[in-house]
């Protein structure tokens, strides 16, 4: 069975940097995209990114200057770097599997509640 | 980016067919994605490409439209289908969500 699991502070300081881990198993990160999604308070969902089976990168344009999504295929791990974070940021962070194509979302983490604040 | 508009929230007794409503501000084909969270969960994939039931998804859940018109129907309601539902497009780069329908049963 396919399963993500997110790791990481779950307080950051503005002007900081935010790093997220995805570790996944059941499933190899060389296959297929995997995407970071946030869900901010009030409800508004947010895609970050993905990054697909070979190592490419795809960034949602607002968080573009910000944003990086690297991966370690040997621990089959995906990472999610967002530079400069302001209390805007604070949302749950999710990673996510998203299928070849069609791009819609098959596999989900329990998400991280990631806060911004001094 | 796309809009997705959905309703805000929707109040059914058990039992009867509920349908939720996605509408984009521009076309995105058969690309259309509906999920399922409840509180303290994650999103769960319901129907994708608008019409396609997910793996494990009871046959109570339907997809329709194309386009720009989508429909989420549940038939019959029970109470366990307690949530928050969004839609999802990937047609259009990038991809976007609709701000959820919250179901309450009444």
């Known amino acids: 069975e396919v399963q993500l699991q997110e790791s990481g502070p779950g307080l950051v300081k503005p002007s900081q940097s935010l790093s997220l881990t995805c570790s996944v198993t059941?499933?190899?990160?060389?296959?297929?995209?995997w995407g970071w999604i946030r869900k901010f308070p009030g409800n508004k969902m947010e895609w970050m990114g993905y990054?697909?089976?070979?190592?490419?990168?795809s960034y949602n344009p607002s968080l573009k200057s910000r944003i990086s999504i690297t991966r370690d295929t040997s621990k089959n791990q995906f990472f999610l770097q967002l530079n400069s974070v302001t209390t805007e940021d604070t949302a749950t962070y999710y990673c996510a599997r998203a299928v070849r194509v069609s791009h819609y979302f098959d596999y989900w983490g329990q998400g991280v509640m990631v806060t911004v604040s001094s | 980016d796309t809009v997705l508009t959905q309703s805000p929230a929707l109040a059914v007794s058990p039992g009867e067919r509920v349908s939720i409503s996605c509408r984009a501000s521009?076309?995105?084909?058969?690309?259309m994605h509906w999920y399922q969270q409840k509180p303290g969960q994650q999103p769960k994939l319901l129907i994708y490409k608008a019409s396609n039931l997910a793996s494990g998804v009871p046959a109570r859940f339907s997809g329709s439209g194309s386009g720009t018109d989508f429909t989420l129907t549940i038939d019959p309601v029970e109470a366990d289908d307690t949530a928050t539902y969004f839609c999802?497009?990937?047609?259009?780069?990038?991809?976007?969500f609709g701000g959820g329908t919250k179901l309450e049963l009444k």
């Open positions: 990054i697909s089976y070979s190592g490419s990168t």
């Open positions: 521009e076309g995105v084909n058969s690309y």
């Open positions: 999802q497009q990937s047609w259009n780069d990038p991809p976007t």
């Open positions: 059941g499933y190899s990160i060389t296959s297929n995209y």
